[in-house]
């Protein structure tokens, strides 16, 4: 599995191999397992949690893509658009994202599709915020979800959040001096999508003044406003 691999432009549909791995090798590994052959897995579905940023919907995205690739059905939904049923295709691939905010009837169709996910053959692929018991939703859902595979996405660590700003630089053709990087993760929120929202506003800001990515163009840029 690659580990620094990543292209977050908006034409770039989020796969496997362009997730930044870290210290989530054996949830990555499981993902394509429940994609391509579920038998190696000791549980038939999974479920993945963890907070806003970590990756889960790009991690979702990218398991359907190897599954879809491999001429599996798959169907991809979030949990808003669930309404009373669910698709019942034999042997698909069924990711839901947001569990969390399902609806009181769009928990019982989960309920249900985890019923018949033995007869038709159907892999169960679920991500929410929280582990299974935290979640605010019926019992026998709960205890449905807590018999799966369950993996909370662990965070990167800044060697990683450090390559990913590099690699998009190397992308985009910008050379990014390395104490830019340095401030970013000594001063500033040191999330993914943080980090992404101030490299966009500087890239936009080097391409406007015609002047390199450096430490002085984003002191000027914080004194006018930027959040880092």
Not at 28 to 50: F, K, N
Not at 113 to 137: D, E, I, K, V
Request: aromatic share 4%; hydrophobic share 45%.
């Amino acid at each position: 599995m690659k580990q620094l691999v990543l292209d977050i432009s908006s034409d770039a549909p989020p796969t496997l191999d362009n997730f930044v791995v870290g210290a989530n090798s054996e949830l990555v590994a499981s993902l394509s397992l429940l994609a391509t052959d579920r038998s190696l897995l000791p549980a038939p579905h999974l479920y993945l949690w963890g907070t806003s940023g970590k990756g889960r919907s790009h991690l979702l995205q990218g398991a359907v893509a190897v599954a879809t690739a491999n001429g599996r059905q798959t169907h991809y939904l979030n949990a808003d658009t669930v309404r009373d049923a669910l698709p019942e295709t034999p042997d698909a691939l069924l990711a839901i994202d947001d569990i969390d905010r399902l609806r009181p009837e769009a928990q019982v169709a989960l309920f249900n599709a985890f019923n018949r996910a033995r007869l038709n053959g159907q892999s169960l692929l679920l991500a929410g915020l929280q582990p299974p018991l935290a979640l605010a939703l019926r019992e026998d859902l709960r205890t449905r979800i807590g018999q799966s595979l369950i993996f909370e996405v662990q965070p990167l660590d800044d060697d990683s959040r450090a390559a990913i700003l590099a690699t998009l630089a190397e992308r985009r053709g910008l050379r990014l001096a390395d104490e830019v990087v340095d401030f970013l993760m000594r001063h500033g929120r040191r999330d993914l999508p943080s980090l992404l929202a101030a490299f966009n506003a500087l890239d936009a800001a080097s391409l406007e003044q015609k002047r390199p990515i450096t430490l002085p163009l984003l002191r000027e840029m914080m004194q006018q406003g930027l959040a880092i």
